[in-house]
């Protein structure tokens, strides 16, 4: 899907187009700046290419684009692309190289014949972009030309698109008493629209407004005058139809225009790095689409919004999508993705996680096992020695002496009472002190209140990930003033538990309206070993349930299990209950945050505490912001292929059946059931684990395509918006408030559920 005419690697040396002095100053530095700190030495060459009009452009109108830049780099040792990819797309871009296509870099390490790697820039300059777009009748970028034609003016416009017609809001740019001056408006926008000739768009309409304080204009008021123009698209057929329609009737230049476009939401952002290329090809029925940019990009960002746009668009005379992914100037493909019509296509929402779960009360295996005190095999713990479970015991128990050792210090420093809301304790322990809470106030919730109207399950990711309270207050901003959320997210929650949460232990009465069940692929892993379940079964309180199979798992389970779960038990209540320092665990993590870092392990202390900022609709608010630069200098970065949670990945055995029990149970109480795949950061969502991503999303769309559920996919979603995280895989209050608003105000999420009189509910 490229085509590169490559000069003779001898003639490299040379200038195939001899560049002005300027211009080779300017590339000599912009390289410089990213090559010489890496250790690569380079020489570059300039290579007349066939004119090319813009991307793709089938307009009359042209940009022709003649030239490629060539870089070969040398260095002593094997670089990484990957560290250098963005900061060359970075340097070249903002030249703004008025007739280059493209950069094409090619690497080799010294005293080596073979090439190391090789990589494509696209430097399709913005305004040819702009243009481009535009001509499709892409709003923003009209927007942009007609503002950048009317800025020596002092004027500026907003425009908006109403039944095949523009409509342009025209001011004077931050003066809130003028008018724009009509005959100068007309004559800067009519010109540039009638040359655009945008696809699709008939006619526009200019209106002559004030300024708002912010310098937008005015769009709800009577403008002060009004001007009416048509446009090629009322008249000739060549611009009537819109890029959508004729992607239907096959134009592949519509098509990928959509695609392309979809892909890149941000113009500015493609500015600078060039954005997301792509590339298509026909071939015995089959659509390939090519994706590509200087860094590979991630197959679920890219496959989720393809896939939907796709199942939109009869393609006529395609039986199947091949989506690949791979960096820009490379042959061979990252990844690949494909859908058959006809056989299987992929149920999509109509809009379109991570690190070991750490548990809320202070789980001491796992503290112990990530403080590198304590390093058990890369085995799950049914094969872990009795030395490592007596070792692990003892460690606890001096653990917990020197934690009573600190408590009693600190207990001396701080004089002020610490705020604790103890719910009326559950007559029966499970062995989860975190689970034994909620399960408490959660039924002091219904005996007071009644059950909420929607009930938050799920784990680490649930709890974390949406506010009760955001969502409550969205809801009543819908109408919906008196809509009560819970959220019921534990730590370590796999489908077994959510399934014995929602199918055992809550009786009639305290079934909610709607379950809104938040986590991700590892979750619902069978192949990983369920501790939080195996604890919870191996408890007093689930041998209490009537039909239990508790003593059932514990003879199949080998002794180390129920060692293990025994020992969690001991410790956790045992630390919980007698140790002086748990009472005052929040002045404690301040102790612990003053630590250095590498004796604190890959998890922050606050994660030891958190059970503390939980408030009284079970959610874990947590201000921290994940930062890539910072965070992998304190914390170990563990890599899909390590991460014991995505072990043996199966999507199949207990925890589907569990998952099949939830979801029939739910179905035969007419509760509704939406299960959110809940956001994930790019820097966790490494190859392996976007693997298994894609084969959950797939698991559930069998659920949602039976009506059994409704799927909302948001790992897509702010990948790289950091601020939202508090570590790769975990949301911060300020994600948990960007997710529940999401899901009350733009997930296609039947609200009316809330606001109907419950049906009597049976077990």
Request: charged letters at 20%; proline letters at 6%.
């Amino acid at each position: 899907m490229s085509n590169f005419i490559e000069p003779e690697l001898t003639k490299l040396v040379e200038n195939l187009v001899d560049p002005d002095e300027h211009l080779r100053r300017e590339l000599s530095e912009a390289l410089g700046k990213v090559l010489r700190p890496a250790g690569a030495r380079f020489k570059f060459s300039i290579q007349t290419v066939e004119a090319s009009s813009a991307p793709d452009q089938v307009k009359p109108w042209s940009i022709p684009l003649t030239k490629r830049l060539w870089v070969r780099c040398e260095s002593h040792r094997s670089l990484d692309y990957s560290l250098l990819a963005d900061d060359l797309a970075y340097q070249l871009r903002s030249l703004d190289l008025p007739d280059f296509t493209d950069a094409v870099f090619r690497c080799v390490a010294a005293g080596m014949t073979n090439l190391d790697w090789r990589l494509r820039v696209d430097l399709t300059p913005p305004l040819v972009l702009l243009h481009h777009w535009a001509a499709w009748g892409d709003i923003q970028a009209i927007t942009r030309l007609i503002n950048a034609v009317l800025w020596h003016n002092g004027l500026q416009v907003s425009g908006i698109l109403k039944n095949w017609r523009l409509h342009l809001f025209c001011c004077v740019r931050g003066n809130t008493v003028q008018f724009p001056n009509k005959q100068q408006a007309i004559d800067c926008v009519v010109p540039l629209l009638s040359q655009l000739s945008p696809q699709g768009i008939q006619g526009a309409t200019i209106y002559g407004v004030q300024a708002m304080s912010d310098g937008l204009p005015k769009e709800e008021e009577s403008p002060f005058w009004t001007h009416w123009l048509d446009l090629p698209g009322a008249n000739d057929v060549r611009y009537t139809m819109p890029p959508l329609v004729l992607a239907q009737q096959g134009d592949e230049q519509a098509l990928k225009f959509i695609l392309q476009r979809l892909l890149n939401p941000d113009i500015d952002q493609t500015f600078i790095n060039g954005g997301i290329g792509i590339s298509l090809l026909k071939r015995k029925g089959l659509l390939h689409i090519m994706s590509e940019s200087p860094v590979c990009p991630l197959e679920s960002q890219i496959v989720d919004p393809i896939s939907k746009v796709l199942g939109q668009i009869a393609l006529p005379d395609i039986l199947g999508v091949r989506i690949h992914g791979r960096i820009s100037g490379q042959h061979a493909t990252q990844w690949n993705h494909g859908i058959d019509f006809g056989v299987e296509i992929l149920q999509l929402p109509s809009n379109t996680t991570g690190l070991p779960i750490q548990p809320a009360t202070p789980n001491w295996q796992e503290w112990l096992f990530n403080k590198g005190w304590l390093r058990p095999a890369a085995s799950p713990p049914n094969v872990l020695s009795r030395k490592v479970l007596w070792s692990w015991l003892g460690a606890g128990l001096v653990l917990m002496m020197g934690l009573d050792i600190g408590g009693s210090l600190l207990s001396r420093q701080v004089k002020a009472s610490i705020a604790h809301t103890p719910a009326s304790q559950s007559p029966l322990s499970y062995g989860n002190t975190l689970f034994d809470e909620k399960m408490a106030a959660y039924q002091e919730l219904c005996a007071t209140k009644g059950a909420p109207d929607v009930l938050i399950v799920g784990s680490s990711r649930a709890m974390r990930g949406i506010d009760p309270q955001i969502l409550e207050r969205e809801l009543g901003d819908r109408g919906f003033a008196n809509a009560r959320v819970y959220n019921f997210g534990i730590n370590g929650a796999t489908a077994q538990v959510v399934d014995l949460l929602v199918r055992r232990l809550l009786q009639p009465n305290q079934l909610p309206k709607l379950v809104i069940w938040a986590d991700g692929a590892r979750a619902f892993n069978d192949g990983r070993s369920d501790r939080t379940y195996a604890t919870i079964a191996d408890s007093r309180g689930f041998q209490q349930l009537p039909g239990s199979e508790g003593a059932a798992i514990a003879k199949s389970q080998p002794f180390i299990i129920n060692g293990y779960a025994a020992v969690d038990s001991f410790l956790n209540k045992t630390l919980s209950k007698a140790s002086l320092a748990y009472g005052q665990r929040d002045r404690l993590h301040q102790a612990l945050q003053s630590l250095p870092p590498h004796l604190l392990g890959e998890r922050s202390a606050a994660e030891l505490v958190e059970a503390e900022a939980i408030n009284r609709s079970g959610f874990l608010s947590l201000g921290a912001e994940f930062e890539p630069g910072t965070y992998y200098q304190k914390y170990l970065k563990v890599s899909g292929d390590s991460d014991n949670d995505y072990a043996n990945f199966n999507l199949a055995g207990t925890q589907d059946a569990a998952t099949r029990q939830t979801v029939e149970f739910l179905q035969r109480q007419q509760i509704p059931l939406v299960f959110v795949n809940a956001p994930l950061s790019d820097r966790y969502l490494d190859n392996t684990r976007q693997k298994y991503e894609l084969a959950f999303k797939q698991h559930m769309q069998t659920f949602a395509s039976a009506g059994k559920l409704q799927f909302v996919d948001l790992v897509g979603l702010w990948m790289q918006d950091y601020s939202l995280y508090s570590d790769p895989s975990h949301l911060n209050r300020s994600g948990a408030q960007q997710v529940s608003t999401y899901l009350a105000r733009t997930a296609p999420i039947d609200w009316q559920v809330i606001a109907a009189t419950p049906k009597k509910a049976s077990k």
